[in-house]
């Protein structure tokens, strides 16, 4: 069987919803209690895609304005990243070009940026009423900046978490050369 090991990294704004959907994907539990994240926190999972065991280095990026230029030092070396947005937020995707511009300083990143998965979260919060980034729209804006998959997700109901993860983690066993 084949190993794999790969960095990815998770940014956007505070308060999207990047730390419950890392918590959800690795213990598979919804919680609201989580504090703000303070820097950057790492986790790690094992899975396995196509008989391939995947060892994924999340590292979970503070959104809030302070902690933005830390992105580009700690995403070297990283394989792939998801840009998430809350989808009650009409300005938390509008950053999306300000982020990749950000990733665009790291050292290992200027010549070809990673693969960046496009994530929408919060998505019960349509049933309720509170969405303002339809799909069409976010699905352009990641088409215009180059994202190369777009998902929408719910950490409370479970929808499309491990989608998410498994993705990411195809498209760099892809880009590897290792599917």
């Given at each position: 069987m084949k190993y794999a090991r790969y960095k990815m990294c998770i940014f956007?704004?505070?308060?999207?919803?990047?730390?419950?959907?890392?918590?959800?994907?690795?213990?598979?539990?919804?919680?609201?209690?989580f504090k703000m994240t303070i820097g950057v926190d790492f986790y790690t999972k094992n899975v396995e895609i196509d008989n391939i065991k995947v060892s994924l280095q999340i590292w979970d990026f503070a959104g809030e304005q302070q902690f933005k230029n830390?992105?580009?030092?700690?995403?070297?070396?990283?394989?792939?990243?998801?840009?998430?947005?809350?989808?009650?937020?009409?300005?938390?995707?509008t950053h999306l070009e300000d982020w990749?511009?950000?990733?665009?300083?790291?050292?290992?990143?200027?010549?070809?940026?990673?693969?960046?998965?496009?994530?929408?979260?919060?998505?019960?919060?349509?049933?309720?009423?509170?969405?303002?980034?339809?799909?069409?729209?976010a699905f352009e804006e990641g088409r215009k900046f180059g994202v190369f998959e777009y998902f929408e997700c719910s950490s409370k109901t479970g929808e499309n978490v491990e989608e998410v993860f498994y993705c990411i983690a195809k498209k760099m066993l892809e880009i590897s050369g290792i599917l």
């Open positions: 956007g704004d505070g308060g999207v919803g990047k730390t419950t959907l890392i918590n959800r994907y690795i213990s598979g539990k919804y919680s609201e209690d830390l992105l580009p030092n700690y995403v070297i070396g990283a394989s792939g990243g998801i840009f998430m947005y809350d989808i009650s937020r009409f300005y938390s995707i990749l511009k950000l990733l665009d300083k790291a050292p290992d990143k200027q010549a070809q940026r990673m693969p960046i998965l496009l994530v929408g979260g919060k998505k019960d919060l349509s049933s309720e009423g509170k969405r303002v980034v339809e799909s069409s729209y």
